[in-house]
C-alpha cells in the first residue's frame, strides 16, 4: 500500500518553455500532497504543500507564478514550472499522506528530473 | 540550531557490523519520526517511523526515541552492502509538514 507515482520521470526542455509534472496517489486518497525540490548533494528542499480543492501553501522564497500547483483531486496533484530557466534544473519529487494513513507520514514518489537547456 | 541535525558522514562500516545513525531534535513537542533510506538518484523511501520513547524494531533496523534527550536514532544490524545510502531523519513541523535533517551518508564495505 501507499504508493505514489510521478510522471514524468525524466524531461529535457528547452529554456523558456513550461514543464508539467504529476503526482498521483494510486492506492490511497492522499488529503495533502507535498512537493520538493532537491539539488544534488543537498537535501529535500519543501516548496509547497497542497490540500485537495484549495490554495497551496507555498514557502518562504519560493515564487507562486514560476511554480504552479493544482491539487484538483484526492489523487492527483501537478507542479508545473512556468518558463523555465537551466537554474531549475533539479530533481521534483513529490510525497502525499492521508486517507487513513498516519497523518504525518509522507509516502514519495519517484521524483522527475528536470532539465532545462 | 537547526531543527533536525545528523552528521552528514560518511559513516562507513564493514559489512556485517552494525551501521548506527544518529539524529537530535530541537522541538521538544515533537511526537513522531521518521527515517528514510535514500539512494543515489532516488527519492527517499520510508524505513520506519516512531512515536515512543524506548525501541522499535522491523527487520534489521532498530529505531530508538530518547524524547527526554531530544535524540533518536537508526540501528542497522547485518550491515550489507545494499544498505549504502543516504538516510533522513525527519520530524514533524506544523500541520503535517515534515522537517528533514540533511541524512548521514552510509557506506558498508564488503
Known amino acids: 500500500g501507499a504508493v505514489v507515482s510521478q510522471h514524468p520521470s525524466r524531461v529535457i526542455c528547452k529554456s523558456g518553455t513550461s514543464v508539467k509534472i504529476e503526482c498521483r496517489s494510486l492506492d490511497f486518497q492522499a488529503t495533502t500532497m507535498f512537493w520538493y525540490r532537491q539539488f544534488p548533494k543537498q537535501s529535500l528542499m519543501l516548496m509547497a504543500t497542497s490540500n485537495e480543492g484549495s490554495k497551496a501553501t507555498y514557502e518562504q522564497g519560493v515564487e507562486k507564478d514560476k511554480f504552479l500547483i493544482n491539487h484538483a483531486s484526492l489523487t492527483l496533484s501537478t507542479l508545473t514550472v512556468t518558463s523555465a530557466h537551466p537554474e531549475d534544473s533539479s530533481f521534483y519529487i513529490c510525497?502525499?499522506?492521508?486517507?487513513?494513513?498516519?497523518?504525518?507520514?509522507?509516502?514519495f514518489g519517484p521524483g522527475t528530473r528536470l532539465t532545462v537547456l | 540550531q537547526k531543527e533536525v541535525e545528523q552528521n552528514s558522514g560518511p559513516l562507513s562500516v564493514p559489512e556485517g557490523a552494525i551501521a548506527s545513525l544518529n539524529c537530535t531534535y530541537s522541538?521538544?513537542?515533537?511526537?513522531?519520526f521518521f527515517w528514510y533510506r535514500q539512494y543515489s538518484g532516488k527519492s527517499p523511501e520510508l524505513i520506519m517511523f516512531?512515536?515512543?520513547?524506548g525501541d522499535k524494531e522491523d527487520g534489521r533496523f532498530t529505531a530508538q526515541l530518547n524524547k527526554a534527550s531530544q535524540y533518536v536514532s537508526l540501528l542497522i544490524r547485518d550491515s550489507q552492502p545494499s544498505d549504502s545510502a543516504t538516510y533522513l531523519c525527519a520530524a514533524p513541523r506544523g500541520y503535517n509538514k515534515l522537517i528533514f535533517g540533511a541524512g548521514t551518508r552510509l557506506a558498508v564495505h564488503p
Open positions: 516512531i512515536y515512543s520513547n
Open positions: 522541538d521538544r513537542g515533537s511526537q513522531s
Open positions: 510525497s502525499a499522506s492521508g486517507g487513513g494513513l498516519s497523518t504525518d507520514t509522507q509516502y
